[in-house]
T-cell receptor, first 117, second 114 residues
Framework: EAQVTQNPRYLITVTGKKLTVTCSQN?????MSWYRQDPGLGLRQIYY???????DKGDVPEGYKVSRKEKRNFPLILESPSPNQTSLYFC????????????????FGDGTRLSIL | QKEVEQDPGPLSVPEGAIVSLNCTYS??????FMWYRQYSRKGPELLMY????GNKEDGRFTAQVDKSSKYISLFIRDSQPSDSATYLC??????????????FGQGTILTVHP
């Protein structure tokens, strides 16, 4: 089954304590991205990656880091979390340009709810 | 001004009603238009996916895109309680380095009551 898997699903932590949210996909997709969802604002892109070792900022990258060392994994790192990063986070993936399925829409994970106290 | 505007609702309708959900967008470069449905505690799942102007029908769902007025609509016929969810419109450009980025509306919360 095609899946985007995020862990953890829920996390409550304190300001300044580094955390990592993992994302893994089993569809051999080149493109992966992270979004955050906040009430009244919809989903906004944080970072994206077009392939291994290729990452770039989205609309709201401040306070976040990412890495793409393997094709299937795209972790989101909060080095020093702050309360304004309390949100619902989604990882998504899709096939890259040039693939037969490149026009297929993105697959989303089920989300990670982060609370930073 | 947001690039994609969507009435957040909430919208409450009786079972069997026709539901109309709408978005407007400002960027003429948007070429692909999507509607996602999101149930509580789940990720967005794709409902409808269209390219350029026109209508697309899938069962009880019809997506409409009018590029001249930059207007996107989703119609749900014979609505069911199982349609209760948040509906998100999304758009993206056709190419370039941001080809994968989706720009979302705020989402509309829909409740269909029996």
């Amino acid at each position: 089954e095609a899946q985007v898997t995020q862990n953890p699903r829920y996390l409550i932590t304190v300001t300044g304590k580094k955390l990592t949210v993992t994302c893994s996909q089993n569809m051999n997709h080149e493109y992966m991205s992270w979004y955050r969802q906040d009430p009244g604002l919809g989903l906004r892109q944080i970072y994206y990656s077009m392939n291994v070792e290729v990452t770039d900022k989205g609309d709201v990258p401040e306070g976040y880091k990412v890495s793409r060392k393997e094709k299937r994994n795209f972790p989101l790192i909060l080095e020093s979390p702050s309360p304004n990063q309390t949100s619902l986070y989604f990882c998504a993936s899709r096939a890259g340009v040039g693939r037969p399925d490149s026009n297929q829409p993105q697959h989303f994970g089920d989300g990670t709810r982060l609370s930073i106290l | 001004q947001k690039e994609v505007e969507q009435d957040p609702g909430p919208l409450s309708v009786p079972e069997g009603a026709i539901v109309s959900l709408n978005c407007t967008y400002s960027n003429s470069a948007f070429q692909y238009f999507m509607w996602y449905r999101q149930y509580s505690r789940k990720g967005p799942e794709l409902l409808m996916y269209t390219y350029s102007s026109g209508n697309k029908e899938d069962g009880r769902f019809t997506a409409q895109v009018d590029k001249s007025s930059k207007y996107i609509s989703l119609f749900i016929r014979d609505s069911q309680p199982s349609d209760s969810a948040t509906y998100l419109c999304a758009t993206r450009i056709a190419g370039g380095t941001s080809y994968g980025k989706l720009t979302f509306g705020q989402g509309t919360i829909l409740t269909v009551h029996p």
